[in-house]
């Protein structure tokens, strides 16, 4: 379960998130939406426990800057940012050994086939496309079996491959009860397995729906989507 | 040229109206142009007296030909691979696409690094203050040598222009021009390094084979000789340098004019590339493949093979360095350290007799390689892995990550050191504990400014501002090592008498002082790696 409660990110007197809150409990996929500018990567940079923020984040009942956060936490940038003088590979023991995993060759191995990445595991991070960096991030997120889950804008870049298997490694997430939360704004990639919506706007929260309520109320998240954000346009 | 004009201008004013928008920077920027000002003219003041003894201006000469080279072959040779440090990622989003003559887009491009180096000038003219003192140079004569920097940033924007104008696109012709720039400094090295094995190691056949005539006869020279003739009164000198001189920049400007150009294709890559590195630069995170190119791995290299938790970083490094360089902890670094010691020993041993010959010789190399240190002790390793995620999201103690993301940053000295005083020790002999002590001394002056470092990171932030960043980072350093350095003499002049072993007894409470201090920067400084900010 990932709980954020009263999230505020200041830069000066600008606030990026202004008293954020909400939950995504277990095997629930939440998805942050908003225009470009409206917070949501600086909320999953704080619940990643990069950035300075007031309030209170928890991942499973643990402060997010905790150690025992930290080792249930995946977190995939927006920017891929692989190790340039690492292979493909190595990225993946990097992680095992930071992350004190055990038999996890296998899993490395299932990840890496799923991303096809197979053939290029012998090739260093600056190699590699911009699209195959961001494939290195999915699985250097996932190989942790993280029990929560941050993906910011995670499609962007990606084949079409690589989309259906990360629809469907968000699938597995879900039925193994792990917490997701995807910041994107291209919101045609999420309509088929979202629970939840956040939608975001100037730094707050403008609406929190659940799937159940949009689609019983005969709406799409799109129209949702442009409901809110564009309101009074 | 009307839209680059609006460019330049605007750039200018915003340059301003920003620096007034960031209060704190525009005090360090204060700071930064009093303390110059300041020291020219303390060195002005203090160059007033008057000397009895007449003045010995050969050092002087090799050291300022050393510095034209040393500036100016590395921008020759950044030019050559491919011009490419001209243009910014903007230029080649806005700019190339622009329907404007590449030509005048490369004078765009060479004039705006022009100026970013004329600022390094302004830097050197704090150390025309102190040539004044030493050489007793009058400040006229310090003013021309500030000139003569300013000139060869020109001569060699000139060059390079004509180097990148002739070797875009060829392969071929690019190699036999690295060839020619690798030779320009080979040359006065060649001639120094003849006449002293054929004359004999001593200081006074050093000063005058630094100071031969036959030096100024490559294109660096020519500044040199034009300089040297306007402070010593040759006119034949400045005849015959300034005329090759001008000869050869108007040379440069017919090869450019004349020759067609098609260079996009070349800079992109590399403004692409430049872009990562400023950025990175801005930020305070170094990517690690700048200057790198591919390579292929056996099967046996492939893995990390040791580490868990915050020590996988350690090993990381370890396999990254591997990478770089066959020997992990030795580069281009080690080299000049080893060849500083031994001129510094080499002189000292030449100047001193008696039975503090070798204690002043670890004295004096370690106060020189120590602040010399500085200048490659830019970005290491930790503040590379500060550009990924990882280092935040590894569960493990802050402490530990920063001080295992600094290892190998902190090992590196103490090899350099232990190196370099070895082969120093073989040569002119000494005490063991002096040895001991410059290596120890050496390595902690490493930790030192790792640590000040990390405390400017903790204090500035990663995406501060640079110029603030790399100013309060140098006051640190300052502030950091003046109490080993008072303890080191406190220690040293306690004994009364100068000991045989006086670089021990100086050095090993700076040492420790060093160690101590950096140690607890390192655990007040530990929450750095809460935020990635």
């Given at each position: 379960m990932i709980n954020v409660s009263h999230l505020t990110k200041k830069y000066g007197r600008f606030k990026a998130n202004d008293n954020l809150s909400f939950t995504v409990s277990d095997g629930e996929i939440a998805v942050l939406a908003g225009p470009n500018g409206a917070g949501k990567s600086t909320a999953i940079k704080c619940i990643a426990g990069l950035l300075r923020f007031s309030g209170e984040i928890e991942i499973c009942g643990h402060n997010n800057k905790s150690a025992d956060a930290k080792r249930i936490l995946g977190y995939i940038p927006e920017i891929p940012a692989p190790f340039e003088l690492l292979t493909v590979w190595e990225h993946m023991e990097f992680i095992a050994r930071a992350y004190r995993l055990e038999n996890w060759e296998e899993r490395a191995e299932k990840l890496i086939n799923r991303m096809e990445l197979d053939d290029k595991r012998n090739k260093f991070g600056k190699e590699l496309s911009k699209g195959m960096q961001q494939k290195i991030s999915i699985c250097c997120a996932l190989l942790i079996q993280p029990k929560a889950v941050l993906f910011d804008e995670p499609f962007v870049g990606l084949d079409p491959h690589a989309i259906k298997e990360l629809k469907a490694m968000l699938s597995e997430m879900r039925g193994n009860g792990t917490s997701v939360i995807i910041s994107t704004h291209m919101l045609e990639s999420v309509e088929e397995f979202w629970d939840k919506v956040f939608i975001m706007m100037n730094g707050r929260i403008e609406a929190e729906r659940d799937r159940k309520i949009v689609e019983q109320s005969g709406e799409n998240l799109e129209e949702l989507f442009f409901s809110i954000t564009e309101k009074g346009k | 040229m009307g839209a680059i004009f609006y460019i330049v201008r605007k750039t200018v004013k915003n340059a301003v109206i920003d620096a007034f928008r960031h209060p704190l920077m525009l005090v360090m920027y204060g700071i930064f142009f009093l303390s110059i000002i300041s020291a020219v003219l303390m060195g002005y003041a203090n160059s007033t007296a008057t000397y009895s003894v007449e003045k010995d201006t050969r050092a002087l000469y090799g050291g300022y030909l050393a510095l034209l080279h040393f500036i100016s072959i590395p921008i020759m040779l950044k030019g050559l691979s491919s011009g490419t440090s001209f243009f910014s990622m903007s230029d080649v989003n806005n700019i190339f696409v622009a329907p404007m003559s590449e030509k005048k887009i490369l004078i765009y491009g060479v004039g705006r690094q022009l100026a970013s180096m004329l600022f390094l000038a302004i830097c050197f003219s704090a150390y025309g203050g102190m040539a004044m003192n030493i050489f007793r140079l009058t400040a006229e004569d310090a003013v021309w040598l500030i000139l003569g920097i300013i000139v060869m940033f020109i001569l060699v924007q000139m060059m390079t222009l004509m180097i990148f104008c002739l070797s875009s696109g060829h392969q071929k012709r690019a190699k036999v021009m690295k060839y020619i720039i690798y030779a320009i400094p080979v040359y006065p090295l060649a001639v120094v390094g003849i006449y002293m094995f054929t004359n004999g190691m001593t200081v006074e056949n050093l000063l005058y084979a630094v100071s031969?005539?036959?030096?100024?006869?490559s294109p660096i020279g020519w500044i040199h000789g034009v300089i040297f003739g306007i402070i010593d009164g040759n006119y034949a000198n400045i005849a015959v340098y300034g005329i090759l001189l001008f000869v050869s920049l108007i040379a440069c400007i017919l090869v450019f004019v004349y020759t067609k150009l098609d260079y996009y294709e070349d800079v992109l890559g590399q403004a692409e590339s430049n872009y990562a590195f400023r950025e990175s630069l801005r930020t305070g995170n170094m990517g690690e493949s700048f200057g790198m190119s591919s390579q292929k791995l056996k099967d046996s290299n492939i893995g990390i093979k040791k580490g868990s938790g915050a020590n996988a970083i350690f090993y990381k490094h370890l396999k990254e360095g591997e990478r770089r360089s066959r020997f992990i902890f030795l580069n281009i670094s080690t080299a000049v350290l080893l060849g500083v010691a031994l001129v510094t020993g080499l002189v000292i041993d030449q100047i001193m007799d008696g039975i503090y010959r070798t204690t002043v010789i670890y004295l004096g190399t370690t106060i020189i390689c120590s602040y010399l240190q500085f200048f490659f002790s830019a970005a290491g390793d930790w503040v590379k892995e500060l550009s990924k995620p990882y280092i935040f999201l590894i569960p493990d103690s802050p402490v530990k990550k920063l001080i295992m993301a600094s290892a190998t940053s902190i090992i590196k000295p103490f090899t350099d050191g232990t190196i370099a005083y070895l082969v120093l020790a073989l040569i002119v002999g000494g005490q063991i504990p002096d040895i001991v002590t410059s290596i120890l001394v050496y390595g902690s002056f490493g930790c030192v400014y790792i640590a000040a470092n990390v405390l400017a990171q903790r204090i500035v932030g990663m995406n501060g501002n640079r110029g603030v960043f790399i100013t309060f980072y140098m006051s640190l350093i300052f502030l950091l090592m003046i109490p080993g350095i008072m303890l080191g003499l406190m220690s040293l002049s306690n004994a009364g008498e100068l000991s045989i072993i006086a670089a021990t007894m100086m050095g090993l409470p700076v040492f420790i002082w060093n160690m101590i201090i950096s140690f607890l920067i390192f655990l007040m400084c530990r929450n750095l790696l809460n935020n990635a900010e």
């Open positions: - | 031969q005539p036959m030096l100024e006869y």
